[in-house]
């Protein structure tokens, strides 16, 4: 019990930020004196945001009402991007200097354009990385792109960004990406000794702390949950892979474990996907950057071959040991709507059973939820 309580309260700093990042957003600009940049998408090249001394920060939406951002966008737009304006719209991201665009999907390509005209940030940039992540001229368009976010960078913020920087904030996402991987691994060799929310809470942190502070602090979290020595359920519970866009939703986890079931992996841009990839410090080092966010897992914005996303997730379930695959589906995202027929194909042919769960900013009752968890549980 006393090793359990040590444990929480390393765990509790993860929980507070996550509980409340707008307040930990103006904590950073306020105490910390630093310009604090809002993201999107996990293609975002963080690296350079932090070489420029700024903290990127990324955008979740609301959790509460839509009023103001349905003014500006249509209402097949998904959660996320009506979500984020409401906020910027609101004043609740009063905190940010500027904000970041990679055009992935339709909608926050026009989210970047009513973000332009309707907010008054300081800094805007839009990064068109490229779609096709396959040959070598894509790889060398991905270059001239990052290195002219460099350039707008330094001019917007009025910095120079030094190899040095630059090298350190590699650095710095190395220690993260391979401390979450570690965490990852861990869970799927013990999934009763580290939750489902213990990990959503570290891992949606890690996309909104000070990133010198989380390297630091990470690894040791990452110790502590090793000793922790919880009792295993009693039953088997089915070990489950989510796959999908984002995951911001806590409660999942824990109406999935009331269900019987335990999140072993994922294939989520708020998870894996987010880390996956170690950056080679020996190389150039912006286009050893370009090298890292062209091989890490795709998602449905991006394409690499015909089967590397159905290949990706089996790899997980197989690797994980895993029984069957939810697919946690954002309302109204073209990306993951189009790609899920394929993706379900691909695990039918190799015998995974998956279920779909269309999610929006708010979850199904916890009745509802609870009912379609247990009879998919039952069914593997």
């Not at 959790?63 to 609740?92: F, N, P, W």
Request: charged content about 25%; hydrophobic content about 40%.
């Amino acid at each position: 019990m006393h090793r359990e309580l040590e444990v929480m309260d390393v765990l509790n700093e993860f929980y507070d930020v996550v509980s409340d990042p707008f307040r930990y957003g103006q904590k950073i600009k306020t105490e910390g004196n630093k310009k604090v940049i809002g993201f999107f998408c996990s293609y975002t090249p963080e690296e350079i945001i932090l070489a420029a001394g700024a903290h990127p920060m990324r955008m979740f939406g609301t959790k509460g009402d839509i009023t103001m951002a349905d003014a500006h966008l249509q209402s097949y737009c998904c959660s996320l991007v009506r979500g984020a304006l409401e906020d910027a719209l609101t004043g609740r991201l009063a905190f940010l200097d500027g904000t970041v665009f990679p055009h992935t999907c339709d909608s926050i390509q026009r989210l970047s354009d009513v973000w332009r005209l309707n907010t008054d940030f300081s800094f805007f940039w839009d990064v068109v990385l490229p779609v096709k992540l396959d040959t070598a001229s894509a790889r060398d368009y991905l270059v001239e792109v990052l290195k002219r976010f460099t350039r707008d960078l330094e001019k917007g913020l009025r910095v120079d960004i030094t190899t040095g920087k630059l090298r350190h904030a590699i650095k710095t996402y190395n220690i993260i990406r391979e401390s979450l991987g570690t965490l990852y691994t861990m869970r799927a060799q013990n999934p009763h000794n580290v939750s489902g929310s213990d990990i959503h809470a570290i891992v949606k942190a890690s996309m909104l702390m000070d990133r010198d502070y989380l390297a630091r602090i990470l690894p040791g979290t990452i110790e502590a949950l090793k000793t922790r020595d919880r009792e295993a359920s009693p039953r088997r519970k089915k070990r489950i892979v989510l796959a999908g866009s984002i995951c911001d939703h806590p409660d999942v986890y824990r109406v999935l474990d009331d269900a019987g079931g335990v999140v072993v992996g994922d294939d989520l841009c708020t998870g894996a996907r987010y880390f996956d990839g170690k950056i080679d410090m020996h190389d150039d080092l912006i286009v050893a950057l370009a090298r890292r966010y062209m091989a890490r897992p795709i998602c449905p914005a991006k394409h690499m071959s015909l089967t590397a996303r159905g290949e990706n997730l089996v790899r997980i379930v197989r690797e994980s040991k895993a029984d069957g695959v939810i697919f946690l589906l954002l309302k109204f995202c073209d990306p993951h709507s189009f790609d899920y027929p394929y993706m379900k194909a691909y695990l039918d042919r190799e015998g995974i059973p998956s279920m779909l769960l269309e999610i929006e900013d708010q979850l199904p009752s916890e009745g509802q939820l609870l009912t379609r968890f247990e009879t998919f549980m039952h069914m593997i």
